[in-house]
């Protein structure tokens, strides 16, 4: 797994307890992860500026869900990919979404290591990651952001770890191969 | 050579300043909603008994001064009013 910041001391406790200090660090720290995730999903500013807003303010108002403050990353981005899914059913982009879903295949073997992409290659890997189906996009997007494990993806987006997995290695194969190409 | 966080960060970086203002309004309406909730000081609490004593009763309202508004007391406009956090939201589009 990517290890993004190590075992990062966040204020939870002290944002449970309504201090705005704490919700200032902890919105610093995931604003701009949880807008680029949100923006590749919408491709919309407008609306991923709205989508990330509602996100913190539905996380302090229901911050007393939280039961363990280890996992406050992932329900917080649980929380932004479940108002991508209500701004893809405004869109009725949802349907299209999962037919492409259904159209990809499910068990791939991929090799291991992190994905590096060369200066030159970063805007070919920007339209390749377009490409991809969003349900498969949005596992890659948390997957290379935060490092989520496959559980905790699989916690996020409401799919079962065997289908995250699948999705990563078929994601991942995909980017590679393309970016292998002359 | 990147990785793909470092490249998906540095692709929106120009967004921060918008992040920036609105987190610190998210901040701001939480600050002054929980100072609203809480009674600041002894002005806020003798305001409080003052209302629930004196404004309510007819004697209180024979004493005080008619306000325009027919349903607002002295008492009550003496409260401090808490700040609707979802004023701004409502600005936005709602959730379906």
């Not at chain 1, 948390?142 to 997995?165: D, Q, R, W």
């Not at chain 2, 050579?1 to 987190?23: G, N, V, W």
């Amino acid at each position: 797994m990517l290890v993004v910041a190590g075992q990062e001391q966040l204020p939870v406790a002290e944002a449970r307890d309504g201090k705005g200090e704490a919700w200032l660090i902890l919105f610093r720290r995931y604003r701009l992860p949880i807008y680029a995730y949100v923006f590749e999903l919408l491709h919309d500013e407008q609306a991923s500026l709205d989508v990330v807003q509602e996100t913190f303010v539905a996380a302090t108002r229901h911050i007393a869900a939280l039961r363990d403050d280890d996992k406050f990353g992932g329900w917080l981005f649980g929380i932004a990919h479940q108002k991508c899914l209500q701004q893809w059913r405004k869109e009725n982009r949802e349907a299209a979404a999962m037919e492409l879903l259904a159209a990809a295949p499910e068990e791939f073997d991929d090799g291991p290591g992190e994905l590096l992409v060369r200066r030159e290659q970063e805007a070919r890997f920007m339209k390749l990651l377009d490409q991809l189906p969003p349900p498969h996009r949005a596992v890659l997007l948390l997957h290379f952001l935060e490092g989520f494990s496959i559980e905790e993806i699989a916690e996020i987006t409401g799919a079962n770890p065997g289908t995250v997995k699948s999705r990563i290695h078929y994601a991942k194969k995909s980017l590679r191969k393309l970016l292998e190409e002359p | 050579m990147r990785t793909p966080r470092e490249i998906l960060l540095a692709r929106h970086h120009a967004a921060e300043p918008k992040l920036d203002a609105l987190t610190r309004d998210i901040v701001k309406h939480l600050d002054g909603s929980a100072r609203a909730e809480t009674p600041a000081g002894p002005g806020s609490l003798l305001a409080r008994i003052f209302h629930d004593l004196f404004a309510n009763t007819t004697c209180g309202r024979a004493a005080l001064p008619r306000r325009p508004d027919a349903n607002t007391t002295c008492g009550r406009a003496a409260l401090p009013r808490r700040p609707d956090i979802r004023a701004k939201q409502q600005l936005r589009p709602t959730e379906s």
